[in-house]
């Protein structure tokens, strides 16, 4: 499945970004789908994930309360609604596919399918 991550951009401290994943080649269904941050100099790191069949929802604990996963079947997307944004948000939004079991839900090397990235930035 090809990904593509849209809806990056620059936000003031408090704002809101809604970002979008769209699949392409075939659905999503069957896979996890997992968003992942990158900022300059730091590690990948997790956000937050969803199982396409049962929409079991994961977080990670700076993502809880402010960020919202969610899907839609129809337009065979997943959106992370995010809210209160603070600049130490500003990273790089990497959407991914991939089949990983619970316990690996937050390993970027559980996916095996990327998008190609998109920049948020929040000013302070």
């Known amino acids: 499945v090809q990904l593509q991550a849209s809806g990056g951009g620059l936000v003031q401290a408090g704002g809101s970004l809604r970002l979008s994943c769209a699949a392409s080649g075939r659905t999503f269904s069957g896979y996890s789908i997992g968003w992942f941050r990158q900022a300059p100099g730091k590690e990948r790191e997790f956000v937050s994930a969803i199982r396409w069949s049962g929409g079991n929802i994961y977080y990670s604990e700076f993502a809880k309360g402010r960020f919202i996963i969610s899907k839609d079947n129809a337009k065979n997307t997943v959106d992370l609604q995010m809210n209160t944004l603070k600049p130490e948000d500003t990273a790089v939004y990497y959407c991914?596919?991939?089949?990983?079991?619970?316990?690996?839900?937050?390993?970027?090397?559980?996916?095996?399918?990327w998008g190609q990235g998109t920049q948020v930035t929040v000013s302070s």
């Open positions: 991914a596919a991939g089949h990983p079991i619970m316990s690996t839900i937050r390993r970027s090397d559980a996916y095996n399918n």
